[in-house]
């Protein structure tokens, strides 16, 4: 747990001093960039080897071919957060949990009392010792926020011992499952539609909670700490063979799920979450850091790069998610509607409104955004409730809520204001060759490498935006839209107005120290991938080109392009 | 390999900088600071991974297996004395553990045995619940269990009751469910310190025998979890500056409160056994294990006050006297009449030792943060 210290604020500001001196030999900013750009003579150098140390490439003796191409903008960009990039933070395991450097004092002071909370592990009410930190669940999917955000990264991928075929999601877990009823596609969200809100499961809702407080189910003394239902993890492998004979070996999760607490065990297949027309969505935690960043590039900026139809024929639609926003509902904004920037399908307007309904719902913690259990008026909210004399209501006789406003506050910003970590080996010569392969095959046709942040008066989540994220030039690597990644990667859940197929593109920067936070930690939506080449394998559909594009590169190439990513 | 990197570090120029400083204009160069310093780190990081952490993992687990036998014997002959070996055995434990949270990532982490082992606070809702409605408990079945009913503190709880009046516990006051509930969790915490220790020298993945012991990942960088040896370096000194600030402004600062009118006892880490300014000082000795390379009473070996030396010798003693100071001033904090924390924070005198004891705390985070951990810029690899 890292706690507030006016140490911190002290050692922060002369820190700002030599982040300043270093943000000015850095190129981050564009006009210095195409400075540096010119400094190196625009050449790319593509040797046999590869591995060959850069920068005084004409003195080398390699046999050599020299190609003169313009190199991607972003090659030696350093500073991917702009000046909210982390300072003696990014070859380590610190790489994501460090504040923004250009915080004020008193921002700071909230980052930090953020971050207690966000290792806050809640507790079964009533803990007459620790009443400020109990209200957990009743049922949920895991304690604190970062036991699914470990160190504010990915969570461990489950792996299964020898010999055995599925692993029961418990404690361990950062991942979980989202379930609808199947209602087809809702592509304008309006009031008739109730904004292309997803219909949850009869007695469930649209997050399947496995686990619980001990009492949380009638049977409790059979089924301690059991949730809604049990879900087990199992893995279907699948093997992809490159052109050179080089193959991976992939996997998937499935899921399946047992002991659901609306039936008796016999009649267990009658239970409503297991009938032909529920949807689910497996959902792993995603790293959050630079968050806040990326609430404030402008909309316009996104749907500028929106093209639907594909008008341009590059195979690439990219389209955004329009979806309900309960700030704008709370301040009685006629149309409840945003862009949605946050979650695997952009299911989520800002940071709030994404912390807050985890708070709520991956923990079962009411806050002043959302005042009512996640499975209020459930059969088994309200057994467990008579059972347990009604002392874990969720708010409590004054209608307070058990996570307070300044809670939730100051837990927002600690996710809105976490710095991005820089890159590593921006002067390797790999990193250099597979920076331009990165734009060769068309990575950025969804990785949209760069935007600058909005200036002027601005909202995150419905309060006055830090001035440390304005006017940034941040290279987040991602187009902020979704797109159609094929059936190999489909969870058949629409989610808003993104259909069953469609996923957002994800940010890419700090993706390299995934493992060096996390070395448990996997890719994509439900964990799937152990690293970056199986990720970049798993996409399909509007990305199949560039994933054909990818396998047809030679090996060396092929690795160039993996240690460009590596080095984001 | 090493041959790359220094490659490398002649031709850039600075750590953050962009490339081909070789091709630019002077006055296009960054100036290189002339405080940049070389140091080789191979011996320091291979002494630190396997002499320290790794060998701290192994008294930990050790000290499991001594506790396990320590809380079978108390099922198996529920005596006065055996109690309080138990209860020793717990506080005996607990050392390595707490001397390990200066170096809190890799396998700890990844396989989420800090939580089965160390959740606070404990829900002493659920875990009173259980004993009153279970006849009997396994270590299978409670391996199950949430982790804010197993590790450290539950065992604490059920050894030493519930530390408000005193920190005693007789042996008539502890059940014998509470004594099986007590076993089953030393069994199940002993399954994961071994698991801890073998992510470290067997398979960071315990289900993939061909995944490399992590220990390797230190001591064999360019890797995928470390890219250069500049990243263990910086891990470690992140490592010490997070429990000396989890110490100064959390542990102690929090329960401490603004004034003598504002503590919170419900906030101190150990309330239980009463143990906590040993917590504390064991955070503080890991941290000082780490800094000189060696455990308390070994010989001299490579640790970081040697990275550090190589920079800045006079930063090196003084940080090194730092870490002395901080450990004196939280021991000093229980004073001539042997205060627990839980305490002192409610005596006016011991106040002040207290507040003492944060500002050396805070002394040695000012000089880690500031002038330690940005050598890692100057340093040319």
Redesign the interface.
Known sequence: ????????K??YL??LS?FNY?YK???SDSSTKQ??VK???VVLVITSAM??????S?SSNETSKETEQPQAAYT????LGGEATAI??S????GFSTPMPNLTAEELDKHLTGD?HFET?F????????PD??GLGPVFNN??CN?CH??DGRP?TI????G?SRV?L???AGIFLRMSIDDGECLVPSVENNYCKNVGVDGFGTQLFH?G???ARDDW?EN??IGQANVYLSYEYSTVTYADGNTVTLKKPMFTIEKPYDVAPENSLNSAILQANVRYSPRNGMPIFGLGLLELISEADILALADENDTNNDGISGRPNWVFDPVKANNNDPIPVSLGRFGWKASTPSVRVQSLAALRGDMGITNPLFPEESVVNTPLHESYLARTGFVDTGTDEQGNTEATQQFSDEVVFYAETLAVP?R?????ESV?AGAQLFTQVNCTGCHQPDFITSTGELLVGGLAAPEVLKGQHIYPFTDMLLHDLGEGLADNRRDFTANGQEWKTRPLWGI?LT??V????GFLHDGRAA?VEEAILWHGGEAEQSKNAYMALAEAERQSLIDFV?SL | MIF?KS??AA??S?L?????????SDS?T?VVEETSFSFEATEMITNLTNDVIVAGYQNLNDGATDFLLATQNLVNTPTEENLALAQQAWKEVRVPWEQGESHI???V????ID??LD????????LE??LA??ASFSADELK??????QGFHTMEFLLFGDGVEDNEKSIDEMTTLESEYLSAAAEVFKTYTQSLLDAWIVA??????NSPA?KD?LLTTNN?????Q???V??LI?GMI?IV??V???KI??PFGSNIDNIDT?KVESQYSWNSLADFTDNIRGVQNVYRGEFSGQADKAGIIDFVNAADADLATRVDTEITDAIAAIEAIAGDNDLPFRQAINDADARVRIQAAIDAL?TL??SF??DV??K??DWQQ
């Open positions: 747990m890292i706690n507030l210290s006016k140490l911190k002290l050692s002369s820190k030599k270093l030999l850095s190129n400075r540096q400094l190196c003579h591995i060959i140390s850069g920068c005084n004409s030696f960009v350093s500073l003696d933070a070859d380590s395991g610190h207690t592990a507790t079964t009410a009533p803990n007459n010792e620790h930190l109990d304690q604190d036991s470990q160190r461990s792996t299964l011992a020898e055995e029961l418990g404690s361990n686990r407080v001990l009492k003394q301690p700490f820089a590593r080996n921006i002067n390797d250099i390299g493992k060096t996390n070395p448990a930690a690293d590596m | 790359k490659l490398l031709a850039i600075a953050v900088l962009t490339a081909c400083g070789g091709s630019s296009e960054p990532f890799g396998p982490d990844a396989l989420s939580p089965h959740t606070w606070p404990l829900n002493t809702s659920d619940a259980l409605s279970q199950t269990f949430n982790d804010d009913v960071n993945d315990p289900n993939d025998a992590y990942l995928d979890i470390y890219a250069s500049l990243g263990v910086e891990e992140n997070g600030d989890e100064g402004n959390g600062a929090e419900s805070s985070q000012t943060e500031n951990l940005t890692l810029q």
